[in-house]
């Protein structure tokens, strides 16, 4: 049974570049949300898809997009890359979208450098 | 200012020790959710908490979660290097109109020495 895969795992970039960070959730999870974790601090909340929708966002400028595909993957995408975007993203997956979350499965993260 | 506040920042402690991370709230929590993270690495799944005075253990952890849900610690027995990592404590949050936003802690750095 695949966890939550995330891909690249490790990338740099620019600043200024666009950058597009891909997610597949836990088989059998439907909603997916994006996490973003700098050094030494806790994950903060950019968004949560479920049916192709952005249910819920955090607070993170409009630089910050997001994507579902109909088989619940999603893809994070952030565009004029500033310094203070270098962070680990985290991808959790869930099954169901509910008022209330439950336990998330995490991916193992993308660790971007903006140079 | 942080919503979920966690205690202490870091944790060195020799191989063995008892040792207690606590994570607390100025708002009631609607699910309370513990979990470790190797450095640089993804979130794994510890403990869910929801009940005002419930207590769950797994293995050597056990982490309980006060009446009023605004409180929680995660205590770990004898600790061995592999309890190494960080500790993220996570929680449901009401926003409005029965909706809520999922936080995290800003996290417990642990050691155990060999």
């Known amino acids: 049974d695949a966890g939550v895969t995330q891909s690249p795992t490790h990338l740099i970039k620019t600043r200024g570049q666009q950058v597009t960070l891909r997610c597949s959730p836990k088989?059998?999870?439907?909603?997916v949300s994006w996490y973003q974790q700098a050094l030494g601090q806790g994950p903060q909340f950019i968004f949560q898809?479920?049916?192709?929708?952005?249910?819920q966002r955090g607070n993170f400028p409009d630089r910050f997009s997001g994507h579902q595909f109909p088989n619940y993957s999603s893809e994070l995408n952030v565009n004029a890359l500033l310094l203070g975007d270098s962070a680990l993203y985290l991808c959790?997956?869930?099954?169901?979208?509910?008022?209330?979350?439950?336990?998330?499965?995490f991916g193992e993260g993308s660790r971007l450098t903006v140079l | 200012s942080q919503e979920l506040e966690q205690s202490p920042q870091s944790l060195i402690v020799q191989e063995g020790k008892n040792l207690t991370i606590n994570c607390t709230s100025s708002?009631?929590?609607?699910?309370l959710y513990w979990y470790k993270q190797k450095y640089g690495e993804g979130l794994i799944f510890l403990m869910m908490?929801?009940?005002?005075?419930e207590e769950k253990s797994h293995e050597k952890i056990t982490a309980k979660l006060d009446e009023k849900k605004q409180q929680s610690s995660l205590h770990i027995t004898a600790s061995q290097p592999s309890h190494a990592g960080i500790y993220l404590c996570?929680?449901?949050?009401?926003?409005?109109?029965?909706?809520?936003?999922?936080?995290f802690g800003t996290g417990t750095r642990l050691k155990v020495l060999a």
């Open positions: 959790a997956s869930s099954f169901g979208f509910r008022l209330n979350t439950g336990e998330l499965f």
């Open positions: 898809y479920y049916e192709e929708e952005e249910r």
């Open positions: 088989s059998g999870h439907d909603t």
């Open positions: 996570g929680a449901d949050i009401p926003v409005f109109s029965g909706t809520y936003k999922y936080i």
């Open positions: 908490l929801q009940k005002g005075g």
């Open positions: 708002k009631t929590l609607y699910g």
